[in-house]
């Protein structure tokens, strides 16, 4: 069999693998190489650094410096595209005629020099790009960051038009594939890679409840500060975990003895603490991808608490509970807190995620449309 090898081009150092894109790219990775697959790594580095762990999986590593001058906020480009536009890379990328996997709208800067040509070029779509920032926007507290993600999204929404260039489109969901195959009649639903090989829940009953993401984003904070108005009136405890948590959520968790904070976390400790609960509680405002923290509370954690815009056409609604008002959480919450998760509970998990979301069999259709 003739050898395969790729090149994967990822918006940033994909491990560790801690928060829900490069959770994607890293798993994506993983099981590549164990089927064999020899991948050549190119990745943005702006502050995770240089990782041996994926000099593991990976036949060649090449690391290349996000350039974010502020001068790029002037360009036509988004500017989380043109602060990726580097000619290292596509000279790097034309040494050879391997096939190209591009993570994320991101890195699409190149797209219009490669094609036309007979490389094969895929692309991950990991969001409807322009509406996930009109989302941040709209929870932004900033005045300058309201306005750099509202000016983001309209210069996505002019550039995403790149995506037809590229042979076929990876959607993450069912829903983006939906919406990139009316406008560019290319995309494949690819399901998203994790952490999860097999559903590791605890039976039996934990003691809190566990909303887990990088704090720092706008609509991760904007669903903590949600859950503590659900939770204030509750009995029961929360734990709000995550990367740099804003002063507004700090503040507003100090007020209340049942609800805690565990921010800058090791990722095992976010492991266990996924694992650990009775709850793994997720709400989001931005109804676009598939939310990777869903997939490691269903994989590792015992019940899981979303509301429509997390779960709504994922095929993982019968595994969830599903309240859209803060009177519905708590009418939920109150029920499940005299629950054990049992057996067929984790039975259920088994026959929903591992056939629609096996990483080595989602590998092996990724090979298949790639080579």
Known sequence: MKEQQLHIVSFDVPFPPNYGGVVDVFYKIRALHKLGVKIHLHCF???????????KYCESVTYYQRGKSKAKLLS???FVVATRKNEKLLKNLNKNG???????????????????????????????????????????????????????????????????KADVLLSISPNDTAYFNSKYKNAK?????????????????????????????????????????????????????????????????????????????????????????????????????IKLKLLSALYKGRFCVVNKSMVQNTGLEEACY?????????KIILELMKQEFKIADIELRNKLLLDKFNNLGNAEKLIDLVF
């Open 76 to 78: 036509k480009l988004p």
């Open 189 to 289: 639903y690819l399901p998203a890679f994790h952490s999860g090989e097999e559903v590791t829940t605890k039976i039996g009953r934990g003691a809190f409840a566990l909303y887990h993401g990088n704090l720092a984003v706008g609509e991760n904070n904007e669903a903590c500060l949600y859950l503590i108005d659900v939770f204030f009136k509750l009995d029961y405890p929360l734990v709000l975990a995550g990367s740099n948590p804003s002063k507004e959520l700090i503040r507003k968790v100090n007020r209340y003895k049942n609800i805690s904070l565990s921010g800058d976390i090791s990722f095992t400790e976010m492991e266990t603490l996924i694992a650990d609960a009775h709850i793994n509680i997720l709400p989001t405002f931005q109804p676009t991808g």
């Open 322 to 330: 599903e309240a859209n008002t803060p009177a519905k959480f708590r």
């Open 98 to 164: 391997y096939p190209i996997l591009i993570e994320g709208l991101h890195n699409c800067w190149f797209l219009d020099e490669l094609k036309p040509s007979k490389r094969f070029v895929a692309v991950r779509t990991h969001n409807v790009e322009h509406d996930y920032y009109l989302g941040l926007a709209k929870v932004e507290k900033s005045l300058f960051k309201k306005q750099f993600f509202l000016s983001e999204a309209k210069k996505l929404k002019a550039f995403e038009s790149v995506l037809k």
């Open 45 to 55: 580095e702006y502050g995770r650094g240089k990782q041996k762990e994926l000099n």
